[in-house]
């Protein structure tokens, strides 16, 4: 009886905290994200993870990322997977085959999105871990995702789609890039799986970082070369549209075995 009366009084606490909570937030957060989803959040500040949640900094089909704030002054990117996205699980699948955390693939569409937020910070940590240009992950609950701002001021850090270049700032870009996709493939095992002009940030000194890293996989996955072939053939579009003459055919070579 004791147990039942502390759980209410638990419960009753929890969704006195939540409501307070509920007041500071943007009220965009609530017309987007679920219930659940805004708990997690409020578990989040309320366990001084984050100290504020402010505006959106990206968004779209499946996930949004917001700008969020430390107690220390910090800046973070908060990721949230959204749970309603009908695609979500079918464009996963490919992505998922001989992994061991998706050994029993969830037939329950939320526990998949959370999995999935754990497979980004798990790529996220092991790639930042391997001294890969990539956001360092912090925190990870449920489908929230908390990691480094790349940018300041709450500001992101362009795109490469989203800027233009000089032809010798294009030839640093992409001898950048093949040096850390051969490091990620050589060094950490790894390849992005979803490598595009879209999910690749650069800094003012033209330094590159990789972003989106949940669909990363392993190279002893059955689709890794797939995945790669298509990548380099992606980025070599790229930069041979923006002016920039490479080669796809030897872009994939030098990744796999270095310049």
Same mark, same amino acid.
């Given at each position: *009886?004791?147990?039942k009366?502390?759980?209410?009084?638990?419960? %009753?606490?929890?969704?006195?905290?939540?409501?307070?909570?509920?007041?500071?937030?943007?009220?965009?957060?609530?017309?987007?994200?679920?219930?659940?989803?805004? $708990?997690?959040? &409020?578990? $989040?500040?309320n #366990?001084?993870?984050?100290k504020?949640?402010?505006?959106?900094?990206?968004?779209?089909?499946?996930?949004?990322?917001?700008?969020?704030?430390?107690?220390?002054? =910090? =800046?973070?990117?908060?990721?949230?997977?959204?749970?309603?996205?009908?695609?979500?699980?079918?464009?996963?699948?490919?992505?998922?085959?001989?992994?061991? %955390?998706?050994?029993?693939?969830?037939?329950?569409?939320?526990?998949?999105? &959370? !999995?999935?937020?754990?497979?980004?910070?798990?790529?996220?940590? /092991?790639?930042?871990?391997?001294? @890969?240009?990539?956001?360092?992950?912090?925190?990870?609950?449920?489908?929230?995702?908390?990691?480094?701002? !790349?940018?300041?001021?709450?500001?992101?850090?362009?795109?490469?789609?989203?800027?233009?270049?000089?032809?010798?700032? @294009?030839?640093?870009?992409?001898?950048?890039?093949?040096d850390?996709?051969?490091? *990620?493939?050589?060094?950490?095992?790894?390849?992005?799986? /979803? @490598?595009?002009?879209?999910?690749?940030?650069?800094?003012?000194?033209?330094?590159?970082?990789?972003?989106?890293?949940?669909?990363?996989?392993? %190279?002893?996955?059955?689709?890794?070369? #797939?995945?790669?072939?298509?990548?380099?053939?992606?980025?070599?579009?790229?930069f041979?549209?923006?002016? @920039? %003459?490479v080669?796809?055919?030897? #872009?994939?070579?030098?990744?796999?075995?270095?310049?």
């Amino acid at each position: *009886m004791e147990k039942k009366v502390a759980r209410r009084e638990f419960m %009753r606490e929890r969704e006195q905290r939540y409501l307070e909570k509920r007041s500071e937030l943007d009220e965009s957060l609530e017309e987007v994200f679920d219930r659940q989803t805004l $708990m997690s959040l &409020y578990d $989040m500040l309320n #366990t001084k993870k984050l100290k504020e949640v402010r505006g959106v900094v990206s968004s779209g089909k499946e996930s949004r990322v917001y700008h969020g704030l430390g107690w220390n002054g =910090e =800046e973070y990117a908060v990721k949230i997977y959204l749970v309603s996205s009908a695609e979500f699980r079918r464009n996963r699948l490919p992505y998922v085959v001989n992994v061991p %955390r998706f050994k029993k693939i969830p037939k329950d569409f939320r526990r998949f999105v &959370y !999995l999935w937020s754990e497979r980004e910070y798990s790529n996220l940590s /092991d790639s930042y871990n391997a001294g @890969l240009p990539v956001p360092k992950p912090f925190h990870q609950h449920r489908n929230i995702l908390v990691m480094q701002f !790349l940018g300041e001021k709450g500001v992101r850090l362009p795109l490469l789609h989203e800027e233009k270049f000089e032809l010798d700032e @294009l030839e640093k870009l992409y001898e950048r890039l093949v040096d850390v996709l051969g490091r *990620m493939y050589r060094n950490a095992g790894m390849v992005h799986g /979803d @490598l595009s002009q879209y999910n690749i940030m650069v800094g003012r000194g033209l330094e590159v970082y990789l972003i989106d890293l949940a669909q990363a996989v392993r %190279r002893d996955h059955p689709l890794a070369e #797939t995945f790669l072939r298509h990548g380099t053939q992606v980025l070599c579009g790229f930069f041979n549209k923006a002016g @920039l %003459r490479v080669d796809p055919a030897s #872009t994939l070579e030098m990744v796999r075995r270095g310049a």
